[in-house]
């Protein structure tokens, strides 16, 4: 069966402001598209207020319905929407498409080094400078010399698949430097090794505010009552229906949709959107991706909605404590089987702390295990000579969490 390239993914652009983009998806289907396809989206900064998603277990066809900046670079979106898809060879101007038999290869990764003098939303600058060059943050360690100056060490993946090429390398030197102006006093680019190997797990210590299930959720913003998650094995002689209702927030569909790809889970039909107040009403027709069958056994079914649960009530954890003399803020969330985590977390952090006029001293990524998964744990510590620190942790504790759930 042939399809044209451009067809396989379409835009129709909203017809007035403030109206939606309509993006169409229409090619075979493989295991966890639904969640990359939303992870880009979430990568460009767009929320998705509307979709519907049908496939028979060899061809999907996925309407969305999204909203987000006005500087969005819809055709460079399209083309890494288009590589999400299963992967095709060209024939006469038609595409061919086939699954994918070989998982992708770890992507290499790339430190990025550089000395400057330090300034008020700095670092932010830097990580949407990066954002904007589609590099993706791995791992990073940013500290703060007595002398005013900065040391920032990023390691970095290149979504392009050109950091090894000089001419990509003077590419991203260049806009940094143009970002930074006169803060920067050199830079350096250089090859590391492979994701699998650089960014290995950590070990240090992380407080109950960030791995204590109880603590998190006496804490979280979002009410219990305000998700409900029922499902049904009667409406469907071959599917079983997902219906969950619960307060919009940033990243919702791909929370979603990554849990279900982490379960192994298939969803034949779908539809969900926003109603007025953020509400959002979803119902999804499943089947487990091993056997093509309902889910009937209550242990699995409890298993499923416990975890959409935890992920719609605290996606990402946030916490403020001392660490010795210093304070300290930790970000957690969760890293999908597949090891990609949450993208612009970092952005959003350090937007917030812009916004809140507190100060960064220095910064650590590193992956963590908490219970039986694998978290991205972001640890800040705040600059005591900020005028940040003057507003209490809990101001800033909630004021990150609502930017990482796009309630700023």
């Given at each position: 069966?042939g399809?044209?390239h451009?067809d396989?993914?379409?835009?129709?652009?909203?017809?007035?402001e403030?109206?939606p983009?309509?993006i169409t998806?229409?090619?075979p289907?493989?295991t966890?598209l639904?969640?990359d396809?939303?992870r880009i989206?979430l990568?460009?900064?767009?929320?998705i207020?509307?979709?519907?998603v049908?496939?028979?277990?060899?061809?999907c066809y996925i309407?969305?319905?999204v909203v987000?900046?006005?500087?969005t670079?819809w055709s460079l979106?399209?083309?890494?929407?288009?590589?999400?898809?299963p992967s095709c060879?060209?024939?006469?101007?038609?595409s061919?498409y086939?699954?994918?038999?070989?998982?992708p290869?770890?992507p290499?990764?790339?430190?990025?080094?550089?000395?400057?003098?330090?300034r008020?939303?700095?670092?932010?600058d830097?990580t949407e400078?990066?954002?904007?060059?589609?590099l993706?943050?791995?791992?990073?360690k940013?500290s703060?010399?007595?002398?005013?100056k900065?040391?920032?060490?990023?390691f970095?993946?290149d979504?392009?698949?050109?950091?090894?090429?000089?001419?990509?390398k003077?590419?991203t030197?260049e806009?940094?430097r143009?970002?930074?102006?006169d803060?920067?006093?050199d830079?350096?680019?250089?090859?590391?090794?492979?994701?699998?190997?650089?960014?290995?797990?950590?070990?240090?210590f992380?407080?109950?505010a960030i791995?204590?299930?109880?603590t998190?959720?006496?804490r979280?913003l979002?009410?219990?009552?305000?998700?409900t998650?029922?499902?049904?094995?009667?409406?469907?002689?071959?599917?079983?229906?997902?219906?969950?209702?619960?307060?919009?927030?940033?990243?919702l569909?791909?929370?979603i949709?990554?849990?279900?790809?982490d379960?192994?889970?298939?969803i034949?039909?779908g539809?969900?959107y926003?109603?007025?107040r953020?509400?959002c009403?979803?119902?999804?027709?499943?089947?487990?991706?091993?056997?093509g069958?309902k889910?009937?056994?209550?242990?699995?079914?409890?298993s499923l909605?416990?975890?959409?649960?935890?992920?719609?009530?605290?996606?990402?954890?946030?916490?403020?404590?001392?660490r010795?003399?210093?304070?300290e803020?930790?970000?957690a969330?969760?890293?999908e089987?597949s090891?990609?985590?949450r993208?612009?977390?970092?952005?959003d952090?350090?937007?917030?702390?812009?916004?809140l006029?507190t100060c960064?001293?220095?910064?650590?990524?590193?992956?963590?295990v908490?219970?039986?998964r694998e978290?991205?744990?972001?640890?800040i510590?705040?600059?005591?000579?900020?005028?940040?620190?003057?507003?209490p942790?809990?101001?800033?504790?909630?004021?990150?969490w609502?930017m990482?759930?796009?309630w700023?």
């Amino acid at each position: 069966m042939g399809i044209l390239h451009d067809d396989v993914v379409i835009f129709r652009e909203a017809e007035k402001e403030g109206d939606p983009t309509v993006i169409t998806v229409n090619c075979p289907d493989k295991t966890g598209l639904g969640s990359d396809l939303c992870r880009i989206i979430l990568f460009f900064g767009l929320s998705i207020v509307r979709g519907d998603v049908s496939t028979d277990g060899k061809w999907c066809y996925i309407v969305l319905w999204v909203v987000g900046k006005e500087n969005t670079r819809w055709s460079l979106l399209k083309k890494r929407l288009i590589g999400a898809c299963p992967s095709c060879s060209s024939a006469s101007g038609i595409s061919y498409y086939s699954s994918d038999f070989h998982p992708p290869k770890p992507p290499h990764v790339f430190l990025l080094k550089f000395n400057c003098y330090d300034r008020k939303g700095l670092l932010h600058d830097v990580t949407e400078a990066l954002c904007e060059l589609e590099l993706v943050i791995k791992k990073v360690k940013v500290s703060t010399t007595p002398d005013g100056k900065v040391m920032d060490l990023f390691f970095i993946t290149d979504t392009r698949e050109l950091m090894h090429t000089e001419k990509r390398k003077e590419d991203t030197k260049e806009y940094l430097r143009g970002t930074l102006k006169d803060a920067i006093i050199d830079i350096d680019i250089e090859l590391v090794g492979l994701a699998a190997d650089v960014c290995s797990p950590a070990s240090s210590f992380l407080p109950a505010a960030i791995t204590d299930e109880e603590t998190i959720g006496n804490r979280t913003l979002i009410r219990s009552d305000e998700v409900t998650i029922t499902m049904d094995n009667t409406l469907s002689p071959a599917h079983t229906l997902v219906q969950i209702m619960c307060q919009d927030h940033k990243g919702l569909i791909y929370d979603i949709m990554r849990t279900l790809k982490d379960y192994n889970i298939q969803i034949c039909y779908g539809r969900f959107y926003v109603k007025e107040r953020g509400k959002c009403d979803i119902d999804l027709f499943i089947i487990t991706k091993g056997d093509g069958k309902k889910i009937v056994d209550p242990k699995k079914q409890h298993s499923l909605s416990s975890r959409l649960r935890t992920e719609l009530l605290h996606p990402v954890r946030v916490g403020v404590h001392s660490r010795g003399p210093d304070t300290e803020l930790l970000v957690a969330n969760p890293v999908e089987l597949s090891g990609k985590g949450r993208p612009l977390v970092f952005y959003d952090i350090t937007l917030a702390l812009n916004m809140l006029q507190t100060c960064i001293f220095s910064a650590e990524i590193g992956r963590h295990v908490i219970g039986d998964r694998e978290w991205e744990v972001y640890r800040i510590l705040l600059d005591e000579g900020g005028e940040g620190l003057s507003l209490p942790r809990n101001k800033i504790e909630e004021g990150v969490w609502k930017m990482l759930m796009g309630w700023e």
